[in-house]
C-alpha cells in the first residue's frame, strides 16, 4: 500500500490517478482509494465541518476523519488482497499532521488509527505554502484548512515528521510530469526490492 500525502493543493489527486494510470500500464493490479471518503455517513459530517455547515470540537473533527477510515477499513483489506498496489490519496498521516498543526497531542492522535492496516510506503509531495495558496485561489472549493498560516505549519510539520516516520519527500513545486516520474520511480524500486 502506497499513501501519496502533503498538504492542501499539493498535487495528490492527480498524482495519485498518474501513478495508477503507469502501474496498470505495466501490468501491476491496481486500486486507488481517498481520504476524507465523502460518501459515507461519516464523511458527509466531514465535508459539512470542512466547509462551514457543522460545529465540532477539535477533538471531534479529528475523530471523525479517523472513524471515516475505519468505516472502509474492510474495503482497504479487500483491496489489498486482490491488487498488487493499493494507492491511498492520503491515510491517517495527515490527521497526525493536521492534528499536531491544531494543538492535538500527537500520541492521542497516532492512536485513533493504531490497528488499521499498515503501508509499505509514504510519499509526501512537497510544496510551499506560497504555491499551495496559488493553487487553492484557482479552486473556489475552499475550506477550513486553506490559509497561509496553516499551510506554513503544516508544510513544515510534514517535513518534521517525515524524517521522524521515515516517509519519503519529493519535490511538489515541479510540473506534474516531473513529479510523476520521481513518484513512479520510487514505487516501482520498493515493490521490486520488495519482492526481490
Known sequence: MVVIEGPDKAGKSTQARMLNDSLMSMGYRTAVMSFPDYSTPIGREIDAFLHGRREYPLQVKHMLLSANRWEKKEEIERLLASSDILILNRYY????????????????????????????????????????????????????????????????????????????????????????????????????????
Open 93 to 196: 498521516q495527515s490527521n497526525i499532521v493536521y492534528g499536531v498543526a491544531n494543538g492535538l497531542d500527537q500520541q492521542w492522535l497516532e492512536m485513533l488509527d493504531r490497528c488499521l492496516p499498515r503501508e509499505d510506503l509514504v510519499i509526501v509531495l512537497h510544496v510551499s505554502a506560497d504555491v499551495a495558496l496559488e493553487r487553492a485561489r484557482m479552486n473556489s472549493h475552499k475550506d477550513e484548512f486553506e490559509n497561509m498560516h496553516m499551510l506554513r505549519l503544516v508544510s513544515s510539520l510534514y517535513m518534521e515528521m517525515a524524517s521522524m516516520y521515515g516517509w519519503v519527500v519529493i519535490d511538489g513545486n515541479r510540473s506534474r510530469e516531473e513529479v510523476h516520474r520521481d513518484i513512479l520511480d520510487m514505487v516501482l524500486k520498493h515493490y521490486r526490492g520488495y519482492r526481490a
